[in-house]
């Protein structure tokens, strides 16, 4: 049996090797916060990050063929970031549920305040609570699992900013602790169907390919993807702008969403009433066999719960969630209300509903953050 070695005295090689394939910003500052000899085998992020907010050219000139005849406004790209929260020593007087976890959604300005929204509403539907909170992550294990942005512009005489009303969806990449702000490129849904890119630096959108039947965009293994209203996936290739085939069509719903769930690529087929094409009636899930060139008819999640968010989807287990079961869709209806469909019984319940058993969005009570739906509120954190 080999000599152990210390974590210190790991080979400055094999530490820069391990800290370079780290992607989180996260992740690299606990890296970096092991030892000294850890902290110098890697630099702290990109020479030249991604500080948000990002400006793009105003995405309402990219379908015009004349020129506009108002000034083009500036288009600002926002960014939150997802993460998966666990008290690290939870109270023995508390709850058996209090070392589950939770979701937070966080905007973070380059001063470092943090604003935590909904994970699932978007920007317009927050709510203030005014009272300041500190959260030392020290305290707590944190699992950074993804990014959502929105493309705003700043009010007239207003500080303000909001979303520009032609853009439904957008996706960024390469968006990494390593990545340089140059390197930045945006695939972009707009509420007509339409895709648009740009890439950092760019004077105008570029429109890809003539179609305007999208319904979601996603990054999957380092590539553009969407899908379209018949469920055909296609793979965008970043200097050409072509767009290719990634796999053959599914599921006869009224919309269908992207999503990643444990390295896999699905499709979530929304399913509306007949009578009444606003209201949603159920879903169906399918799995893409890549070897096959396939989809799968999906009858159980298991543990996983799909979030279908304003400005992002995702899945997140709910096994280290308190109180959950999994195998359920959450999602927007058009009165903006959450909504879970359980695939087991099909039903849908509204997401209030079952709050006092539904802990993926509330912090457990011991945290002292405030519990609130759909809450918003400043606060610093400590490192």
């Known amino acids: 049996m080999g000599e152990r070695v210390k974590w210190s005295d790991l080979p400055t090689e094999l530490l820069t090797m391990i800290g370079r394939s780290l992607d989180t910003r996260i992740d690299v500052l606990r890296f970096r916060s092991i030892c000294s000899s850890w902290r110098s085998s ?10 948000f907010p990002l400006q793009f050219p105003d995405p309402n000139t990219a379908t015009l063929t004349e020129p506009p005849r108002w000034p083009p406004r500036l288009a600002f790209l926002f960014q939150t970031t997802l993460y998966y929260i666990q008290t690290l020593n ?8 209090s070392n589950k976890g939770w979701l937070m959604k966080v905007d973070e300005s380059n001063s470092g305040k943090l604003r ?6 978007d920007s317009r539907t927050r709510y203030t609570i005014t009272r300041p909170k500190t959260l030392n992550l020290l305290n707590f294990r ?10 705003q512009f700043q009010l007239p005489r207003k500080r303000r900013y909001v979303p520009f009303p032609c853009v439904k969806k957008l996706v960024v990449f390469p968006n990494s ?7 930045c490129s945006i695939l972009m849904i707009f509420v007509d169907g339409k895709l648009g890119f740009a890439k950092r630096g760019d004077k105008k959108w570029t429109l890809v390919g003539e179609s305007s039947s999208y319904d979601d965009i996603i990054v999957y293994k380092g590539q553009f993807y969407a899908v379209d209203r018949v469920g055909i996936v296609w793979w965008i290739e970043c200097s050409s702008l072509k767009l290719v085939q990634f796999s053959p069509l599914c599921g006869l719903g009224s919309q269908k ?3 990643v769930s444990c390295g896999a690529l699905y499709v979530v087929d929304k399913y509306n009433d007949i ?7 159920g879903f169906k899930v399918y799995k893409l066999d890549e070897e096959l060139g396939q989809w799968v008819l999906v009858k159980s999640l298991g543990d996983q719960v799909f979030v279908l968010g304003a400005d992002c989807s995702f899945s997140v287990s709910a096994r280290g969630c308190s109180g959950y079961t999994g195998d359920c869709i959450l999602f927007i209806d058009h009165r903006d209300e959450t909504l879970v469909f359980n695939l087991k019984d099909h039903s849908i319940l509204k997401h209030h509903s079952i709050h006092d058993h539904f802990g993926l969005f509330w912090p457990p009570d011991h945290t002292g953050l405030p519990q609130a739906d759909g809450w918003v509120f400043d606060c610093e954190y400590t490192w």
Do not use: C, M, Q
């Open 257 to 259: 969403h992207l999503v």
């Open 90 to 97: 939870p109270s023995t007087s508390s709850s058996t549920l």
């Open 275 to 281: 009578d009444d094409d606003r209201k949603v009636v």
């Open 142 to 151: 944190v699992v950074e699992f993804g990014k959502a942005y929105t493309l």
């Open 42 to 51: 890697i630099p702290p992020f990109s020479a030249n990050p991604p500080r």
């Open 116 to 121: 935590f929204v909904n994970p699932v509403l």
């Open 177 to 183: 602790a390593w990545t340089n702000v140059d390197e």
